[in-house]
């Protein structure tokens, strides 16, 4: 790591965005509330804000004017488990963990989490919706939340309408447990919203500060939406004229080129309609200038599969590369935004910054204690949200990958570095190297590696570097099923 210091922000702050911690409505600000929205398989460009003329969301468009854009926010890893057990625990999701299976990493026992230094701050915990990151023995509950609804060892839900195991096994590993009080046929995402405003009703009658985190089932599979919603959008995507999506080849398989999937356009547009009400009522509560609010995806969009495995895929990440399961910018470049109280106007941050950054964050902006003890990978962004005269030290930002699926999302195994503009893909197993500047090709479409061999060796010995300090696993090679197999488009050497 570089001691070089880069600026706090990109572009102008105007005044009232940082929050005091004067009195509002009777509340301490010192200690604001949080409301955290983690939606799952969302892609950076899965929203109208980005660019989408398809996808609609309205809301959290309003909330960007309010807030603290990151245009290079990343996800410690392009799948669920381990990004969000960085998300949670703070942590690097490349760090050695006794017991673990390739790439994932549980919260056990001895995990410090999110939850655990605001409860004992004083705040209220509540979880609802996907937790996916323990095996049963530790849960939400065990780690910091005072009320868990549905956070369980599920990762997806076999239905988007209640009952929401209808069509499950008797596993209950793959079961939701805890919404069985949704209505008959009602949306996963609307009870979901339903119950975090039934939450944030109650919770504003407190003299007490809350944390809340609502992490969404959608707009991970199954693709499910209501009807009159999906008809809407057929419509609309004959109006654009979008025609028959040409897909591209990609690593081991195809990706689409295309936002044209109705019913998965929907499903973003139910997560936006639930980010509205929340909204609603923090506002009709008076706790909507005493909040922080934060929205961000665990990975990219599903829009890649491989050659052998033939999947309803959702979305487009264009103009970014690939989605989920790959480390190119379309795999873990995610939506990522923060609102402080009392912000106004939106300030559009360029500075790179990771999942893993938002508990040492969260806890700074709330004046809440972390121990000493807890092992924290992350950051604090608050000198950038503060537009503070303090600095961040540039950093390098790693990941890695010693599990792939080349036959189902198209990926192999890899370590990556983004070191200022700079980012290198080392697919270690194949013998292959990838440099890009992502200032400038964003896409990662244009390798530099021979025009830039020093830029290349500096930017490998810093992998290898990290990889020692981090204890890295490295893939088994006889566990991997076509690992060395290269792909038809990316034959390069090291």
Same mark, same amino acid.
């Given at each position: 790591?570089?001691?070089?210091?880069?600026?706090?922000?990109?572009?102008?702050?105007?005044?009232?965005?940082?929050?005091?911690?004067?009195?509002?409505?009777?509340?301490?600000?010192?200690?604001?509330?949080?409301?955290?929205?983690? !939606?799952?398989?969302?892609?950076?460009?899965?929203?109208?804000?980005?660019?989408?003329?398809?996808?609609?969301?309205?809301?959290?468009?309003?909330?960007?004017?309010?807030?603290?854009?990151?245009?290079?926010?990343?996800?410690?890893?392009?799948?669920?488990?381990?990004?969000? &057990?960085?998300?949670?625990?703070?942590?690097?999701?490349?760090?050695?963990?006794? @017991?673990?299976?390739?790439?994932?990493?549980?919260?056990?026992?001895?995990?410090?989490?999110?939850?655990?230094?605001?409860?004992?701050?004083?705040?209220?915990?509540?979880?609802?919706?996907?937790?996916?990151?323990?095996?049963?023995?530790?849960?939400?509950?065990?780690?910091?939340?005072?009320?868990?609804?549905?956070?369980?060892?599920?990762?997806?839900?076999?239905?988007?309408?209640?009952?929401?195991?209808?069509?499950?096994?008797?596993?209950?590993?793959?079961?939701?447990?805890?919404?069985?009080?949704?209505?008959?046929?009602?949306?996963?995402?609307?009870?979901?919203?339903?119950?975090?405003?039934?939450?944030?009703?109650?919770?504003?009658?407190?003299?007490?500060?809350?944390?809340?985190?609502?992490?969404?089932?959608?707009?991970?599979?199954?693709? #499910?939406?209501?009807?009159?919603?999906?008809?809407? &959008?057929?419509?609309?995507?004959?109006?654009?004229?979008?025609?028959?999506?040409?897909?591209?080849?990609?690593?081991?398989?195809?990706?689409?080129?295309?936002?044209?999937?109705?019913? &998965?356009?929907?499903?973003?547009?139910?997560?936006?309609?639930?980010?509205?009400?929340?909204?609603?009522?923090?506002?009709?509560? #008076?706790? &909507?200038?005493?909040?922080?609010?934060?929205?961000?995806?665990?990975?990219?969009?599903?829009?890649?599969?491989?050659?052998?495995?033939?999947?309803?895929?959702?979305?487009?990440?264009?103009?970014?590369?690939?989605?989920? @399961?790959?480390?190119?910018?379309?795999?873990?470049?995610?939506?990522?935004?923060?609102?402080?109280?009392?912000?106004?106007?939106?300030?559009?941050?360029?500075?790179? !910054?990771?999942?893993?950054?938002?508990?040492?964050?969260?806890?700074?902006?709330?004046?809440?204690?972390?121990?000493?003890?807890?092992?924290?990978?992350?950051?604090?962004?608050?000198?950038?949200?503060?537009?503070?005269?303090?600095?961040?030290?540039?950093?390098?930002?790693?990941?890695?990958?010693?599990?792939?699926?080349?036959?189902?999302?198209?990926?192999?195994?890899?370590?990556?570095?983004?070191? @200022?503009?700079?980012?290198?893909?080392?697919?270690?197993?194949?013998?292959?190297?990838?440099?890009?500047?992502?200032?400038?090709?964003?896409? #990662?479409?244009?390798?530099?590696?021979?025009?830039?061999?020093?830029?290349?060796?500096?930017?490998?010995?810093?992998?290898?570097?990290?990889?020692?300090?981090?204890?890295?696993?490295?893939?088994?090679?006889?566990?991997?099923?076509?690992?060395?197999?290269?792909?038809?488009?990316?034959?390069?050497?090291?």
């Amino acid at each position: 790591m570089t001691n070089k210091l880069i600026n706090t922000a990109v572009g102008t702050i105007i005044a009232g965005t940082a929050f005091s911690t004067t009195s509002v409505y009777g509340k301490d600000t010192s200690h604001p509330n949080i409301l955290m929205l983690i !939606v799952d398989d969302w892609g950076a460009y899965d929203l109208s804000l980005t660019g989408s003329k398809l996808y609609e969301t309205k809301n959290i468009d309003l909330l960007a004017q309010e807030s603290a854009v990151f245009t290079q926010g990343y996800a410690a890893y392009p799948r669920s488990v381990p990004s969000r &057990y960085s998300l949670i625990t703070g942590r690097h999701c490349a760090r050695s963990q006794t @017991g673990a299976k390739t790439d994932d990493r549980k919260v056990n026992a001895d995990s410090y989490c999110m939850a655990i230094p605001f409860k004992q701050a004083g705040y209220q915990t509540f979880i609802i919706g996907k937790w996916h990151v323990s095996d049963g023995d530790t849960m939400p509950e065990d780690k910091g939340f005072d009320i868990n609804i549905g956070a369980g060892k599920a990762g997806s839900t076999n239905s988007h309408f209640a009952p929401f195991n209808k069509r499950i096994s008797s596993n209950p590993d793959k079961q939701i447990h805890g919404m069985d009080d949704a209505l008959p046929g009602e949306y996963l995402t609307d009870y979901m919203s339903r119950k975090t405003v039934e939450y944030l009703k109650k919770a504003s009658t407190s003299d007490k500060p809350f944390l809340a985190v609502c992490s969404f089932y959608a707009v991970h599979t199954p693709i #499910e939406a209501k009807e009159e919603m999906t008809e809407r &959008y057929r419509s609309k995507i004959k109006r654009l004229e979008l025609g028959l999506d040409p897909m591209k080849e990609e690593e081991a398989g195809v990706a689409k080129t295309q936002q044209d999937n109705p019913k &998965y356009a929907a499903m973003i547009e139910s997560v936006d309609e639930s980010v509205g009400k929340m909204l609603q009522v923090l506002k009709e509560t #008076e706790e &909507y200038d005493n909040t922080i609010i934060v929205l961000v995806s665990d990975h990219g969009g599903l829009s890649n599969c491989g050659q052998k495995h033939k999947r309803e895929l959702a979305t487009s990440n264009l103009p970014l590369k690939a989605g989920k @399961g790959h480390l190119y910018e379309g795999g873990i470049r995610i939506p990522y935004m923060i609102r402080l109280p009392k912000q106004k106007r939106r300030l559009n941050i360029e500075t790179p !910054v990771v999942n893993y950054d938002l508990l040492p964050t969260l806890a700074d902006l709330c004046n809440v204690p972390v121990s000493p003890n807890a092992e924290i990978d992350g950051i604090s962004l608050k000198p950038l949200l503060m537009n503070t005269n303090e600095h961040i030290h540039e950093r390098d930002l790693f990941w890695h990958k010693t599990s792939q699926r080349p036959s189902s999302t198209g990926d192999y195994v890899a370590t990556a570095i983004r070191s @200022g503009r700079y980012k290198l893909i080392d697919f270690y197993m194949q013998n292959r190297i990838e440099l890009y500047d992502i200032q400038k090709d964003p896409g #990662e479409t244009c390798n530099l590696v021979s025009q830039k061999p020093a830029l290349t060796k500096e930017l490998m010995l810093k992998i290898k570097e990290w990889r020692k300090q981090t204890g890295v696993t490295m893939a088994n090679p006889e566990r991997m099923n076509h690992g060395n197999n290269k792909s038809k488009n990316n034959k390069k050497n090291r």
